[in-house]
């Protein structure tokens, strides 16, 4: 074993002790700490090495200040402690204790402002601060991750070899880790990554329920269906995992799934993303369709009693099963389609305000391997910046184009189905009115316009007229002729 260790780990829980065996099976020595907080139990790094790290290239310190003396210069610190304030009070902590040069990596679910705040701050003080997203739960902290890194560029080379090693890779071997861009970059593609992983979550739930409630096909059933669409253009990981899921038994025979409480959790990235898009003006509809889905779920006690006044549909389905089922899963991938085509609208125009320069093609190549989204979806997204790196929405490239057009039938088929019977598809219906409101060239906007102009003097711009130039009309006859200021999203 080395006298100093390559890379430190502070934070061992699930994230942390995967992560740092990844490190170590990769050749490095890698430098353990864990916080000591109220609540929290001690002896935590004599633990894991002598239990999981047994005989591995792990150097334990107890005390900070030793975690830190460990290391080799410049240091390499990775902090995997929960977001919010711990990372703040970590950093102030580790400070006093680093030289010029060293640099900190912070692993967590950090909100993108928060790093960018961060890279400053340690930037004043002649120190290298990363912000990485990192995705792909347990198994893949242990076994490779995708890797989303951002912050000070020049921490990036000191840090590639290590953590592209320890990524996830794709078939030609190419790692899912590269440099994202500068302060909260990092952190901001992978808030948009879990904003597109609870619409890719939500819509199969949808799928779910369409298949139970209206179709009344068994938990077996949906195993197939899913094992089928697993081999096709919906192959993925979330997939897959529903496949598992729907097959597994409890102790007593039955399908677990059908016995777990009809509540979601959520840590809050979703959020972050649905209010993002708000502050961007960027319409996000289907993600922030599936944020409110899990807080409809959470609703629990309120859905029950109103279940009891607010009878369902009594209507019930007396079409072909297996054409609606064909249709189900032509649906589920157009409004894939608009998921990521949203999430990729929204990339760009924070690009824009925060003057990052993003490579969506490699962004989409950083999520096909280890994270949670993974899917053989993404490698068609590279392929479509590809084309053209000036894309502005994934449903203008030809080969979406062509597949939601494709699909348009039968996803109108499902949801009016579903309407019809009183289902709940919020995202999937979303993502279909979405794509009719991109492609239509006359919205209703200008009746709200006049809506605006006539109870507020807020302008309006003409059809006959340049864009930039404003009117105000006396709607009524008595008003003046001062008008409120014009906005323009």
Not at 329 to 357: C, D, H, N, P, T
Not at 385 to 391: K, N
Request: net charge neutral; with cysteine.
């Amino acid at each position: 074993m080395k006298d100093k260790a390559d890379i430190g780990m502070i934070g061992l829980a699930v994230m942390g002790e995967n992560l740092s065996l990844n490190l170590e099976s990769k050749g490095y020595t890698v430098a353990l700490y864990n916080r000591t907080v109220p609540g929290l139990e001690e002896g935590v790094v004599t633990r894991f090495i002598q239990g999981r790290g047994k005989g591995k290239n792990f150097i334990g310190s107890e005390k900070i200040e030793d975690f830190v003396s460990s290391l080799a210069t410049p240091r390499k610190i990775m902090m995997m402690v929960k977001a919010g304030k711990a990372v703040d009070e970590l950093i102030e902590q580790l400070i006093p204790l680093l030289d010029p040069g060293d640099i900190l990596i912070d692993g967590g679910n950090s909100h993108f402002p928060d790093t960018m705040r961060r890279t400053s701050h340690l930037e004043s003080k002649a120190m290298l601060f990363i912000g990485t997203g990192v995705s792909g739960g347990e198994q893949g902290a242990l076994r490779g991750p995708s890797i989303m890194p951002g912050g000070s560029p020049a921490a990036w080379p000191q840090v590639k070899p290590m953590l592209q090693a320890i990524s996830a890779k794709v078939a030609d071997g190419t790692p899912c880790c590269d440099w994202v861009g500068e302060n909260g970059a990092g952190h901001f593609v992978k808030m948009v990554h879990n904003g597109i992983e609870y619409g890719d979550m939500q819509l199969i739930c949808e799928a779910y329920q369409v298949m139970k409630q209206l179709l009344d096909i068994s938990a077996a059933e949906m195993h197939e269906v899913f094992k089928r669409w697993n081999t096709g253009d919906l192959n993925s990981y979330l997939i897959e995992i529903t496949r598992d899921i729907l097959a597994f038994k409890d102790a007593d025979g039955e399908p677990l799934v059908e016995k777990i409480l009809d509540t979601a959790g959520q840590k809050g990235t979703g959020k972050w993303t649905s209010v993002v898009s708000l502050d961007l003006g960027i319409p996000l509809t289907l993600i922030s369709e599936a944020v409110y889905a899990r807080c409809l779920s959470a609703m629990k006690d309120e859905r029950m009693q109103a279940s009891k006044t607010l009878q369902p549909s009594a209507q019930r389905f007396s079409g072909d099963k297996q054409a609606l089922l064909n249709d189900l899963e032509r649906a589920l991938y157009a409004s894939k389609i608009v998921s990521y085509a949203q999430g990729f609208a929204l990339l760009r125009e924070a690009a824009k305000e925060y003057k990052w320069s993003l490579n969506y093609g490699g962004i989409a190549l950083l999520w096909r391997g280890g994270c949670i989204i993974r899917s053989a979806f993404l490698s068609k997204i590279k392929q479509a910046f590809d084309r053209d790196s000036h894309l502005s929405n994934l449903m203008l490239d030809p080969f979406f184009k062509e597949r939601i057009e494709r699909s348009e039938p039968a996803w109108r088929r499902v949801v009016s189905s579903a309407v019809m019977h009183g289902v709940w598809i919020p995202a999937m219906s979303s993502a279909l009115c979405y794509y009719d409101g991109f492609r239509n060239p006359r919205l209703p906007a200008n009746l709200l316009q006049a809506q605006r102009d006539y109870f507020g003097a807020h302008q309006y711009e003409r059809t006959d007229k340049p864009r930039g130039q404003f009117f105000h009309t006396d709607w009524t006859g008595q008003g003046g002729e001062t008008a409120s200021s014009a906005y323009t999203v």
